[in-house]
């Protein structure tokens, strides 16, 4: 699809006849990150289903498991999620009998969150949806790892360059 505007030199990239060509959508980093994050997130679901995790829950119990007890904005932190979209998913994961909350002994105004032994439990079983989902890569090993190292850094630059927009 093209769009014919009037435009001054140097404005926009535009052909002789001022219509300025829009960017395909097959050529975008942001639609092949998202369209890789849906099916990321779609390969994850038959595997925690019977498990009675969602992927955000599974992301959450990922980052407890790793260390926890952990104050809520640290677990925002560690998943990029505010406490508007923190807060419900925390709430869920407790009523399931996942995680417990609790006010800090030494700051009240901090809530810790930790998994129960309910959702200790539950980390034995990831060995087992890792290695289903791995069987699920069309990449190698070596190629995940690296792929992995170029988003991690991808993502800091982004948090970087959008701190100021919070």
């Known amino acids: 699809m093209t769009t014919k505007i009037e435009t001054r030199p140097g404005d926009v990239p535009a052909d002789s006849a001022g219509t300025i060509a829009v960017p ?3 050529q975008q980093l942001c639609f092949a990150l998202y369209s890789a994050s849906g099916l990321m997130t779609r ?6 289903d019977p498990l009675g995790l969602t992927y955000p ?4 119990m990922l980052a407890l498991w790793q ?5 809520v904005g640290e677990l ?13 998913l ?7 009998g996942l995680v417990t909350r609790r006010r800090d002994s030494a700051d009240e105004r901090r809530v810790l969150v930790e998994p129960t032994a309910k959702g200790e439990t539950l980390r034995a079983s990831m060995k ?3 290695a289903a989902l791995a069987c699920s890569m069309p990449l190698e090993r070596v190629e995940l790892k690296a792929l992995h190292g170029t988003l991690t850094r991808l993502v800091a630059g982004l948090r970087e360059a959008t701190a100021d927009q919070d």
């Open 24 to 26: 395909r959508l097959d």
């Open 43 to 48: 390969l994850y679901r038959p595997l925690l």
């Open 57 to 60: 829950q599974y992301l959450a």
């Open 67 to 71: 260390r926890a007890p952990m104050t």
């Open 76 to 88: 925002g932190e560690a998943l990029g999620l505010d406490s508007a979209t923190l807060t419900p």
């Open 90 to 96: 925390v709430k869920r994961m407790e009523a399931g």
């Open 128 to 130: 087992d949806v890792q």
